[in-house]
């Protein structure tokens, strides 16, 4: 194992406690450590800290601000990931490195809220797939600023999540003005959703998070999380999502499935042939039924890129749509 002393300070983050024994400055910044590693006890780390405290304090501005100019449209927006864990979720909000601020708008709202914020300077990037309806996020950037903004924490196709309901749970957020936090459960089934999506290559701070968000949820809590990725139909990619991050945390020693990455690849954090990573995303579904409602999403949209559906008449200062 080349990654021994990085898999056990991971598992020493999730837990809060101190952080053990030397780690290789490179292995932890590549996995966004830093920060933690710093308030943890480990040396050498201490820039990493400051320039993260840095970036929360203007990742919360950020929020704050657009929390309000979407309120002026009647938009309400919750707190995602990163700007909902700093300060929350980790008590010092610099321990919880971002590089944009991801926001939750009702699918409904989606359109209004990117021409609201459009109307501020900002303008999209990235592909012209993320107008589909099969999409599940929006990418904004004014210079020196990102925001995500999500309809969904995953492809619609590959759950059957009830976003009313989830909205209803929602409570105002304790650390920034007009934005909403997502309640306990769904928070961290938006997490795991995260992880899916991504086929669980995420940097170890994402299996962090997961780690926190499972350990400060009583049994009835834990309960719930099933219950509603029951109905959610995600229960199936939960379970292997779940068993994973316990596995990457060392806190269980088998894989979660043979078809999933070990904790080795995890810890090395390199992208797996393009076969493996669609077969893990294909496989981390809940069955046959929204596999195809998947596939036939994926097919959609690329029928309607090459009619030229998605064309976005906005273009950033460096031409980029």
């Known amino acids: 194992m080349l990654h021994v002393a990085l898999a056990e300070l991971t598992t020493a983050l999730a ?25 943890h006890g480990l040396a050498g780390f201490l820039t990493d800290y400051a320039r993260s405290a840095l970036l929360a304090d203007r990742a919360r501005d950020l929020a704050a601000a657009t929390a309000a100019v979407l309120a002026a449209e009647g938009i309400p927006v919750a707190l995602l990931k990163g700007v909902s864990y700093a300060g929350t ?8 490195p971002m590089t944009d601020v991801d926001l939750l708008v009702a699918p ?9 914020l459009r109307r501020q300077g900002y303008w999209t990037v990235g592909p012209s797939t993320q107008f589909s309806r099969h999409h599940h996020a929006v990418t ?8 995500d903004l999500h309809r969904s924490p995953i492809q619609p196709g590959r759950a ?11 409570t105002a957020s304790p650390r920034i003005p007009g934005a ?53 139909r995600l229960a199936r990619p939960v379970e292997a999502t779940l068993a994973q991050v316990e596995h990457v945390l060392g806190w269980r020693v088998a894989p979660a499935r043979w078809w999933l990455p070990d904790r080795e690849e995890v810890c090395r ?15 981390l579904v809940q069955g046959p039924t929204e596999l195809a409602r998947f596939v036939a999403g994926l097919a959609e949209e690329r029928w309607e890129v090459s009619r030229g559906r998605y064309r976005d008449p906005d273009r950033g200062p460096d031409g980029s749509a």
């Open 180 to 232: 909403r936090q997502l309640d306990p459960v769904d928070e961290l089934l938006f997490h795991l959703a995260n992880l899916i999506r991504h086929e669980l290559h995420v940097p170890l701070l994402s299996y962090v998070d997961a780690g926190r968000l499972w350990r400060r949820l009583d049994l009835a809590g834990r309960a719930e999380v099933r219950a509603r990725a029951r109905a959610w």
């Open 108 to 116: 409904a709202d989606a359109s209004a809220a990117t021409a609201a």
């Open 15 to 39: 837990e809060d406690r101190p952080a053990p024994g030397p780690v290789p400055p490179d292995q932890v910044r590549s996995h966004a450590l830093g920060p933690l590693a710093h308030t």
């Open 89 to 96: 979720l980790y008590a010092d909000p610099a321990e919880r």
């Open 160 to 170: 059957a999540i009830p976003l009313a309901e989830v909205w209803a749970r929602t």
């Open 140 to 147: 904004l950037k004014r210079h020196g600023e990102c925001i």
């Open 269 to 283: 954090y390199q992208l797996p042939a393009r076969p493996v990573q669609m077969a893990r995303k294909f496989l």
